[in-house]
C-alpha cells in the first residue's frame, strides 16, 4: 500500500511538472507575441513620425526655394506682390506641429519571480495499527496535513 502511493504519488509529481512546463511554454509564446506586437507598434509610430519630419522638411525647402527664386529673378514690384504669399507660407509652417518622439523608446522584460515556482507539497496521515481498516479507504482533503517541501 505505501509504494502503491508512493508511485501515485511519483507519478502525480511528473505529471504536473509536466503541465507547468506545458502552461510555461504557452505563456512564452504569448510574451514573446506581445513583444512582436509591441515592437511593430513601435516601429510603425517611429516610421510615421520619420515620414511627417521629412515631410515637413520637404515644405520648408520647397519654402526656401521659391524665396531665394523670388529673391533672385524677380523685381522689386514682384517681389512686393508676392509678400502676402511667403508670409502665408512662412505662417503656414509655423503653425505645422511636430508630434515627438522619445528616441530612448526601448522595450524591457521584466519576469516573474522564478524562486516561487512550486510543483507542490508532500500530504501525509500518520494512523495508528488499530485504526487502518481491512478495506482501503480513499482519505478526505481536510483530514491531510500539507507541508512544503
Not at 5 to 19: H, I, L, M, W
Not at 47 to 57: G, H
Request: net charge negative.
Amino acid at each position: 500500500m505505501l509504494e502503491e502511493n508512493f508511485e501515485d504519488a511519483k507519478r502525480e509529481v511528473s505529471e504536473t511538472a509536466k503541465r507547468m512546463v506545458e502552461k510555461i511554454q504557452e505563456s512564452e509564446q504569448e510574451v514573446l507575441a506581445s513583444l512582436e506586437t509591441t515592437l511593430k507598434k513601435r516601429q510603425k509610430k517611429i516610421t510615421l513620425a520619420e515620414k511627417e519630419a521629412n515631410s515637413l522638411i520637404k515644405r520648408m525647402m520647397q519654402a526656401v526655394e521659391f524665396a531665394d527664386n523670388l529673391a533672385e529673378r524677380s523685381s522689386s514690384s514682384n517681389i512686393t506682390r508676392n509678400k502676402d504669399t511667403l508670409k502665408q507660407q512662412n505662417e503656414e509652417l509655423r503653425r505645422v506641429e511636430v508630434r515627438k518622439h522619445d528616441a530612448t523608446t526601448f522595450i524591457k522584460f521584466c519576469p516573474a519571480s522564478v524562486e516561487a515556482l512550486t510543483v507542490g507539497a508532500i500530504e501525509t496521515a500518520e494512523k495508528k495499527a488499530d485504526d487502518i481498516p481491512l478495506v482501503p479507504v480513499v482519505a478526505k482533503e481536510e483530514q491531510w496535513s500539507c507541508r512544503p517541501m
